[in-house]
């Protein structure tokens, strides 16, 4: 190698641990020395990194006694150390059950869109993923008003429902023979239902654009009352003016 300036540099690219020997000296006046020195380079492989696909999925956020979602993460690192870290657009917060694992989960305090990344080192060699994951919320649906609806036969009554979530919506209900779906796109909607017996009516699912859903199975209980039926009795003749007459009046409720 020629040599013109001091220190002197050059690169080379050893595929494996290597020793470098340095064996002898020459300057420009042809002197020479003989030197014993060496150089051990170590070759740290470098880190096959895969923090999977990214991805939009529907989820459930922890609220008081009800218990949220985990996701599932499956990223993949070939060797060193793994690390996630993450950056949410919203100020969403994570919680990893293990942040050095490439294969964990995860809890969310806020429907957000997170970026997720995925380290892995080994000795001198760093390699990073990302993967982005937004996660929307389930809708919800349930009646406006608690309790039972009472009406008499052959009046109508009036379901109000409410939803939650990403307009528009699609609405199953049951009442208890046939299926029917609603459309619609304002977190309320009604229908008018008379019913010719006490009939349950549930909500079956609920849908959004987010192409999220969830089964609510709510109830409404609409109870029919008979009509009573009155039977006044058989017709009959009086005799005016005679005191004695009388009329007995007789009534079956039903």
Same mark, same amino acid.
């Given at each position: 190698?020629?040599?013109?300036?001091?220190?002197?540099?050059?690169?080379?690219?050893?595929?494996?641990?290597?020793?470098?020997?340095?064996? =002898?000296?020459?300057?420009?006046?042809?002197?020479?020395? +003989?030197?014993?020195?060496?150089?051990?380079?170590?070759?740290?492989? *470098?880190?096959?990194? &895969? @923090? #999977?696909?990214?991805?939009?999925?529907?989820?459930?956020?922890?609220? #008081?006694?009800?218990?949220?979602?985990?996701?599932?993460? &499956?990223?993949?690192?070939?060797?060193?150390?793994?690390?996630?870290?993450?950056?949410?657009?919203?100020?969403?917060? *994570?919680?990893?059950?293990?942040?050095?694992?490439?294969?964990?989960?995860?809890? @969310?305090?806020? $429907?957000?869109?997170?970026?997720?990344?995925?380290?892995?080192?080994?000795?001198?060699?760093?390699?990073?993923?990302? +993967?982005?994951?937004?996660?929307? @919320?389930?809708?919800?649906?349930?009646?406006?008003?608690?309790?039972?609806?009472?009406?008499?036969?052959?009046?109508?009554?009036?379901?109000?429902?409410?939803?939650?979530? /990403?307009?528009?919506?699609?609405?199953?209900? /049951?009442?208890?023979?046939?299926?029917?779906?609603?459309?619609? $796109? /304002?977190?309320?909607?009604?229908?008018?239902?008379?019913?010719?017996?006490?009939?349950?009516?549930?909500?079956?699912?609920?849908?959004?654009?987010?192409?999220?859903?969830?089964?609510?199975?709510?109830? =409404?209980?609409? &109870?029919?009352?008979?009509?009573?039926?009155?039977?006044? #009795?058989?017709?009959?003749?009086?005799?005016?003016?005679?005191? *004695?007459? /009388?009329?007995?009046?007789?009534?079956?409720?039903?």
């Amino acid at each position: 190698l020629g040599i013109s300036t001091s220190p002197f540099q050059f690169t080379f690219t050893p595929m494996s641990e290597t020793t470098v020997h340095l064996r =002898k000296v020459f300057d420009a006046t042809t002197c020479d020395a +003989v030197l014993n020195d060496s150089i051990v380079i170590s070759v740290d492989s *470098l880190p096959v990194v &895969n @923090a #999977g696909p990214d991805s939009t999925v529907c989820f459930l956020i922890s609220g #008081g006694v009800t218990p949220g979602d985990t996701y599932p993460l &499956n990223g993949f690192v070939s060797i060193g150390n793994a690390l996630w870290t993450y950056t949410s657009q919203n100020g969403g917060t *994570l919680t990893f059950a293990d942040s050095s694992e490439s294969g964990t989960t995860f809890t @969310a305090n806020a $429907y957000d869109t997170y970026t997720l990344v995925l380290s892995a080192n080994n000795g001198q060699c760093d390699v990073t993923d990302t +993967v982005v994951i937004t996660l929307n @919320a389930r809708p919800t649906a349930g009646f406006a008003e608690d309790g039972d609806i009472d009406i008499c036969f052959g009046m109508e009554a009036t379901l109000e429902f409410v939803v939650s979530g /990403s307009p528009p919506f699609d609405l199953v209900y /049951s009442d208890g023979i046939n299926d029917q779906t609603l459309h619609f $796109y /304002s977190t309320d909607t009604s229908i008018v239902v008379m019913p010719i017996d006490t009939t349950v009516y549930t909500i079956v699912m609920i849908s959004d654009s987010n192409n999220c859903s969830a089964e609510p199975f709510v109830t =409404k209980t609409v &109870n029919v009352i008979p009509q009573p039926i009155a039977n006044p #009795g058989p017709d009959s003749t009086l005799c005016i003016n005679r005191a *004695l007459d /009388s009329l007995i009046l007789y009534a079956t409720p039903s």
